[in-house]
Structures are given as structure tokens and as C-alpha cells.
């Protein structure tokens, strides 16, 4: 089976809900999960944690994380790994975008 690259292009896909959070998945595989998130001002997602290793790239805006006992000011620019079961939330301070990547565990092939 060929496999084949994967293009998008992300800041035509931004969008906001009036006092809410839009998630779209950009990319989804055996491997991973590539999904885009749009916080308005004030939203959030309460402490949870992932089954996989999850990256986070801040492409606009600003907001609070929260990865395990840590706090971290996020804005444009920003990376985060958090480690498979870390307990994380996360709170738009500002109007925020960002991609959020899972990493899925190897399969035997």
C-alpha cells in the first residue's frame, strides 16, 4: 500500500463559536491524531487526562495549562509534550488556537 502525504491549510480553517471551543480533526491515522482547537476568551477544558503521549503547538492567542502539578502561560509559539496519563486542563485567557497531536502507541507491524 502507497502511503501519501497530507496537507492543509490551517489558518483557513480557524474558526469561532460565540462562547465556546471548535475542534476539528485535521488528520487522523494508525499512528496519530492531529486535531485543530479554537478556544473563544474564557473557555476551557476541566483536568483529564490522554491514553496517548499528546503534544500541543500554541499558533495564536494565549491561555492557562495546567500538566500535572505545573503551570504554564501558552501563547504563539508555544510547545508542550505531555506524557501518556498526564492530568492536564487548559483555559483560554485570550482567544486561542492550537493543534493538538496524539501519538498512539506502536503496533507490532
Known amino acids: 500500500m502507497k502511503k501519501k502525504a497530507f496537507f492543509a491549510k490551517v489558518d483557513e480553517m480557524i474558526q469561532f463559536a460565540k ?22 476568551e474564557g473557555q476551557g477544558l476541566s483536568k483529564h487526562n490522554a491514553p496517548f503521549e499528546a503534544h500541543i503547538f ?12 505545573e503551570t504554564f502561560t501558552g501563547e504563539k509559539g508555544s510547545f508542550f ?9 487548559i483555559n483560554a485567557t485570550k482567544r486561542m488556537v492550537f ?6 502507541e506502536k503496533r507490532d507491524e
Do not use: R
Open 19 to 40: 462562547k465556546g471551543i471548535v475542534s476539528k480533526s485535521l488528520y487522523d491515522s494508525k499512528d496519530s491524531n492531529i486535531t485543530l482547537f479554537c478556544f473563544e
Open 58 to 69: 500554541v499558533i495564536e492567542g494565549e491561555g492557562e495549562f495546567i500538566l500535572g502539578d
Open 81 to 89: 509534550v505531555m506524557p501518556k496519563g498526564l492530568p492536564h486542563a
Open 99 to 104: 493543534l493538538l497531536t496524539l501519538i498512539k
